[in-house]
């Protein structure tokens, strides 16, 4: 049985099956990932730079997407890719201005959500090292 370095079970290959429990039922499933995206939104609703990339009427279907594609993700239903295709990160937030201000903003509230998670500190940095490194790669400009 193969396995990640850092001990976290993920797949066997990029579309096989998961390998033992895996992230996703490891932390807690559909009750983690809910929790975590919904924390992280009553952040984000409260930012002035980030606020408005997330229209009111359509924030609960922005916490569902994410929600989904941080399920499918790390192991558990592909119902993100069932729905939406090809998660294409890059080109989903193409037209927003995601400059290193908008980055930290959205790591904070992240972090303050990660903050109100039950998780172990081995989940929190495997997760966190994820997302960090995500954030980063959605930079697309560094206008102010």
């Known amino acids: 049985m193969a396995t990640d370095p850092t001990g976290v079970h993920l797949r066997s290959d990029e579309h096989g099956a998961a390998i033992g429990p895996t992230f996703y039922e490891q932390v807690g499933g559909q ?3 809910e929790k975590l995206v919904t924390d992280f939104y009553a952040g984000v609703a409260t930012d002035p730079v980030l606020k408005p990339m997330y229209p009111e009427e359509d924030l609960a279907g922005a916490i569902d997407r994410f929600t989904m594609f941080l399920e499918q993700y790390w192991g558990g239903p592909g119902s993100y890719s069932q729905k939406r295709g090809h998660p294409r990160l890059r080109m989903r937030h193409q037209p927003f201005k995601v400059n290193p201000d908008a980055r930290d903003r959205w790591l904070g509230h992240m972090s303050d959500a990660l903050d109100l ?3 172990s500190p081995l989940h929190r940095e ?16 560094f206008e102010e």
């Open 126 to 141: 495997v997760l966190w090292d994820y997302l960090d490194r995500a954030a980063h790669a959605m930079v697309n400009t």
């Open 31 to 33: 009750a983690f990932f």
């Open 117 to 119: 998670a039950t998780i």
